[in-house]
């Protein structure tokens, strides 16, 4: 059974760090992009950054770039969200979720687009003095 | 950013009832959309994605339809454990967006 569990989320203060973990289980987590969303409580949902399986390639949104740092170990077959300088606004459950690559465009000039389809439980982020 | 817009916010039907959930992209697309349930406390579940492509293992009540910029997901018979939030998400450009939200509650 593919499988996502998160961990490493508590309560930090403002400014401070925390760093947040997913372990995957179930398939070939090597194989996948993958990527970390967040619930502010009550809110809806935000995507924060996903990677690509050789981990070359990141993408942010921009209220986190520059203050949070996704990476992988794959020989780990794990996700890592490293959270610096934490906001309030931060305070949310975060999600780790395995990619499904969505083929688009013609031959030879095919391009892939991806989509979230394997959730974890999360992980909840409280920042407060 | 691609702006995600669903309508309506929230909505009361009966079991049995069929459902239609819009969602409208502030541009083009393409079908690179996916829709998701959630319910409350759990983390959500993807139901449809390439907009009208059904999910491993979700049940075919649930289909999806649009391209461009407007799309929906439709429920043909609501049952109770369809009660959740549901919603969309682009990916055809970063930053990845999300609808807002449809509340689908119990009349």
């Known amino acids: 059974e593919e499988q996502l569990v998160e961990s490493g989320g508590g309560l930090v203060q403002p400014g401070g760090s925390l760093s947040l973990s997913c372990a995957a289980s179930?398939?070939?987590?090597?194989?996948?992009?993958m990527s970390w969303v967040r619930q502010a409580p009550g809110k809806g949902l935000e995507w924060v950054a996903n990677?690509?399986?050789?981990?070359?390639?990141?993408y942010y949104v921009d209220s986190v770039k520059g203050r949070f740092t996704i990476s992988r170990d794959n020989a780990k077959n794990s996700l890592y969200l490293q959270m610096n300088s934490l906001r309030a606004e931060d305070m949310a459950v975060y999600y780790c979720?395995?990619?499904?690559?969505?083929?688009?465009?013609?031959?030879?000039?095919?391009?892939?687009?991806?989509?979230?389809?394997?959730w974890g439980k999360g992980t909840t982020v409280t920042v407060s003095s | 950013d691609i702006q995600m817009t669903q309508s309506p916010s929230s909505l009361s039907a009966s079991v049995g009832d069929r459902v239609t959930i819009t969602c409208r992209a502030s541009q083009g697309i393409g079908n690179y959309l996916v829709w998701f349930q959630q319910k409350p406390g759990k983390a959500p579940k993807s139901l449809i994605y390439a907009a009208s492509s059904l999910q491993s293992g979700v049940p075919s009540k649930f289909s999806g339809s649009g391209s461009g910029t407007d799309f929906t997901l439709t429920i043909s018979s609501l049952q109770p454990e369809d009660f959740a939030t549901y919603y969309c998400?682009?990916?055809?450009?970063?930053?990845?967006?999300f609808g807002g939200g449809t509340k689908v509650e119990i009349k």
């Open positions: 979720a395995r990619d499904l690559p969505h083929r688009g465009g013609y031959f030879p000039h095919y391009h892939y687009y991806y989509y979230m389809d394997v």
């Open positions: 179930g398939f070939t987590f090597s194989s996948h992009w």
């Open positions: 990677i690509k399986e050789d981990g070359r390639e990141k």
């Open positions: 998400q682009q990916y055809y450009s970063y930053p990845l967006t």
